[in-house]
């Protein structure tokens, strides 16, 4: 089982800094969408930010609620990219932009599988981390 929980946190691990690499290559372009506080731009970097320190968390502390953590920011990310793809979401209230973009493209697509890639493998760390602590051992 140590070999599996590695192998999910290496894929995990994997699936959210190839998350951040492609929200940091994508930032610049998408800087030209401005709300009063921040542009898409600035989201895609802190978006950029969050994968890698969660990625840290999960790495070097190794327990459920940094697993947690990675699959709510995971899923949450998927779920931004499919919504702000189907319809306008307006935070400009909140001082940032307007998010839509109908359009798919590579760069988009591979964002979405990694973030799928890093819920199914957070969700599967906690499903074994759930499984240790109550002592099931099959």
């Given at each position: 089982?140590?070999?599996?929980?590695?192998?999910?946190?290496?894929?995990?691990?994997?699936?959210?800094?190839?998350?951040?690499?492609?929200?940091?290559?994508?930032?610049?372009?998408?800087?030209?969408?401005?709300?009063?506080?921040?542009?898409?731009?600035?989201?895609?970097?802190v978006q950029a930010?969050?994968?890698?320190?969660?990625?840290?968390?999960?790495?070097?502390?190794?327990?459920?609620?940094?697993?947690?953590?990675?699959?709510a920011l995971a899923i949450a990310g998927a779920a931004l990219l499919v919504v702000s793809s189907l319809v306008p979401i307006d935070l400009t209230g909140l001082g940032l932009p307007l998010l839509f973009e109908p359009a798919w493209y590579q760069e988009k697509l591979t964002a979405l599988v990694a973030q799928l890639v890093a819920a199914a493998a957070a969700l599967a760390l906690l499903a074994l981390r759930g499984a240790r602590s109550r002592g099931d051992r099959g």
């Open positions: 089982m140590r070999i599996g929980r590695w192998l999910l946190t290496a894929t995990l691990a994997v699936a959210l800094i190839v998350n951040a690499v492609v929200h940091l290559r994508l930032a610049a372009p998408f800087d030209a969408i401005v709300g009063s506080l921040l542009s898409q731009g600035d989201l895609f970097r930010a969050a994968n890698l320190t969660t990625v840290a968390l999960v790495v070097l502390a190794r327990r459920r609620w940094a697993d947690a953590l990675a699959a």
